[in-house]
C-alpha cells in the first residue's frame, strides 16, 4: 500500500475574492451582458460557426484576459491561476464560446514550460493568435505522454489526434509528439501542409470537437525530452484546476435561473417556488454550489501560490464541482418544465457544457482515484 500523505492544511490560504478579482470579474460580466446574450449563442449554434472571434478580441485585446497568465517580460499581465479562475467563472455563467480555458490557459501554460516559445506566448498575450494544446479534451493530469503523433530527426509529424476541444480557431497548434530523442512539444502553424481535420458530432456546440491528422507536417521543436513531459503535466493540471471555475459558473446560473423561473410561475394562486418540497430542493443545490465555490476557489488559489498540495486540490475541485453543474443543470431543466426542452431556452446549452466539461481534463472517477493515491487511501 502507497505509504500515506499528510496533507497540512495552509494556514495563510484566503479563498475570498480580492478587490482586483471583484473589479476584473465586473469587466467581464459587463462585457459579456453586452456582447453575449444567450440568444446571440444559440443564434451561432444554428448557423455552425460557434466561436465568437469577435468576442474574442474584444475580451482579449479591451480587457487583456489573453495574456493574464503571461509574465510582463512577455507581454503579459503576470496575473495567477485565481485571476483567471473568475474570467472562467463568468465564462461558464454565460457558456461563451470563446477559446479562453484552452488557448489562454492550457496552451499558454503549455508553451511558458517551453525555453523556445517566446514568440507564440508574445502573439498569444496580444490577442494576435490563438493556440490549442493537442490533445483529447478528456485527457487527464497524471496521463501517460500521448503516442499518437511520432517526429521523426526533422521535426516532421506524422499520426492523429481524437477530440482536440476548440481546434477548429486555432491559429497554432502546440504538439506533443514521441521522436527519436524521447517526448517532445513541437509548433504547427494552422493552414500547413499536410495538416487534416475531421469535423465529429459534438454534445457541446459551444466548444467543438476536432479530429486533426498529421501527414508529414512539418513543425519547430519548442521542448524536448525532460521539458516536454513537465510543461505538459503542468498545462493538464492548470487545465483541470481551472475547469472547476467554469463549472462553477455553469452551476450558479443554473441555480439563479431556476430561483427566478419559479418565482414568477404561479400555481394555485402561489408562486411554485413557495411550496416546500421545492424549497428543498433548491436548499440542497445552493449547499452543493457553496461547496463547488469553495473547491474551485480552492484549486485555483493552490494553483497560483505554487503550493505542492495543488495535485490534492485539483482533484477535490473536479471531483466534486463537475457532477454539481450536472446536477444543477439537470434540476434547472426539469424544474422549468416543458419551456426547458425547448430549443429557443438557453437551459440545453448548459447542460451540454456541464456534461461535456465532466469528461473533460478526466472524469469524476479518474480523479476520485487519483486523490486516493496522492493522500494514501486504497482506490
Same mark, same amino acid.
Given at each position: 500500500m502507497t505509504p500515506a500523505?499528510?496533507? *497540512?492544511?495552509?494556514?495563510?490560504?484566503?479563498?475570498?475574492?480580492?478587490?482586483?478579482?471583484?473589479?476584473?470579474?465586473?469587466?467581464?460580466?459587463?462585457?459579456?451582458?453586452?456582447?453575449c446574450p444567450p440568444a446571440a449563442v444559440l443564434a451561432r449554434c444554428e448557423d455552425r460557426t460557434p466561436h465568437d472571434l469577435a468576442l474574442w478580441r474584444a475580451l482579449s485585446r479591451d480587457l487583456g484576459v489573453a495574456g493574464l497568465l503571461v509574465p510582463p517580460a512577455h507581454g503579459g499581465h503576470?496575473?495567477?491561476? /485565481?485571476?483567471?479562475?473568475? *474570467?472562467?467563472?463568468?465564462?461558464?455563467?454565460?457558456?461563451?464560446?470563446?477559446?479562453?480555458?484552452?488557448?489562454?490557459? *492550457?496552451?499558454?501554460?503549455?508553451?511558458l514550460g517551453c525555453s523556445g516559445a517566446a514568440d507564440e506566448i508574445a502573439r498569444l498575450a496580444s490577442g494576435a493568435a490563438t493556440?490549442?494544446?493537442? *490533445?483529447?479534451?478528456?485527457?487527464?493530469?497524471?496521463?501517460?505522454?500521448?503516442?499518437?503523433? /511520432?517526429?521523426?530527426a526533422a521535426g516532421v509529424l506524422t499520426g492523429?489526434?481524437?477530440?482536440?476541444?476548440?481546434?477548429?480557431?486555432?491559429?497554432?497548434?502546440?504538439?506533443?509528439?514521441?521522436?527519436? /530523442?524521447?517526448?517532445?512539444?513541437?509548433a504547427v502553424h494552422a493552414g500547413a501542409r499536410g495538416l487534416g481535420a475531421d469535423l465529429p458530432v459534438s454534445l457541446?456546440?459551444?466548444?467543438?470537437?476536432?479530429?486533426?491528422?498529421?501527414? /508529414?507536417?512539418?513543425?519547430r521543436p519548442l521542448a524536448g525530452p525532460g521539458a516536454a513531459e513537465p510543461a505538459l503535466a503542468t498545462a493538464l493540471l492548470t487545465g483541470a484546476g481551472l475547469l472547476a471555475s467554469e463549472q462553477l459558473g455553469i452551476a450558479q446560473w443554473c441555480l439563479d435561473t431556476t430561483v427566478r423561473h419559479l418565482g414568477e410561475r404561479s400555481q394555485f394562486g402561489r408562486?411554485?417556488?413557495?411550496?416546500q418540497a421545492l424549497k428543498h430542493r433548491l436548499a440542497d443545490r445552493w449547499l452543493e454550489v457553496v461547496s463547488a465555490r469553495a473547491a474551485a476557489r480552492s484549486a485555483a488559489d493552490a494553483l497560483a501560490s505554487g503550493s505542492t498540495d495543488a495535485p490534492v486540490a485539483v482533484a477535490v475541485a473536479q471531483a466534486y464541482c463537475a457532477p454539481v453543474a450536472v446536477r444543477a443543470a439537470e434540476e434547472c431543466l426539469q424544474l422549468h418544465g416543458g419551456i426547458g426542452m425547448t430549443w429557443e431556452h438557453p437551459l440545453h446549452l448548459f447542460l451540454k457544457r456541464a456534461k461535456a466539461d465532466e469528461v473533460a481534463f478526466g472524469t469524476p472517477g479518474r480523479h476520485r482515484a487519483a486523490l486516493a493515491g496522492l493522500v494514501g487511501l486504497p482506490a
Open positions: 500523505r499528510t496533507v *497540512v492544511p495552509r494556514t495563510d490560504q484566503d479563498l475570498l475574492y480580492s478587490e482586483v478579482e471583484q473589479d476584473l470579474r465586473s469587466s467581464v460580466h459587463d462585457l459579456l451582458a453586452d456582447r503576470g496575473a495567477t491561476a /485565481r485571476e483567471a479562475a473568475v *474570467v472562467l467563472e463568468e465564462l461558464g455563467a454565460s457558456v461563451a464560446p470563446v477559446p479562453f480555458l484552452t488557448s489562454a490557459v *492550457v496552451a499558454t501554460t503549455a508553451l493556440a490549442v494544446l493537442t *490533445v483529447p479534451l478528456s485527457t487527464a493530469p497524471g496521463s501517460a505522454f500521448p503516442q499518437g503523433v /511520432r517526429a521523426d492523429r489526434v481524437t477530440s482536440v476541444g476548440d481546434a477548429g480557431c486555432a491559429d497554432l497548434l502546440v504538439v506533443p509528439a514521441t521522436g527519436p /530523442r524521447g517526448p517532445g512539444l513541437y457541446d456546440l459551444t466548444r467543438p470537437l476536432v479530429d486533426i491528422h498529421f501527414d /508529414r507536417v512539418a513543425a408562486p411554485v417556488g413557495s411550496f
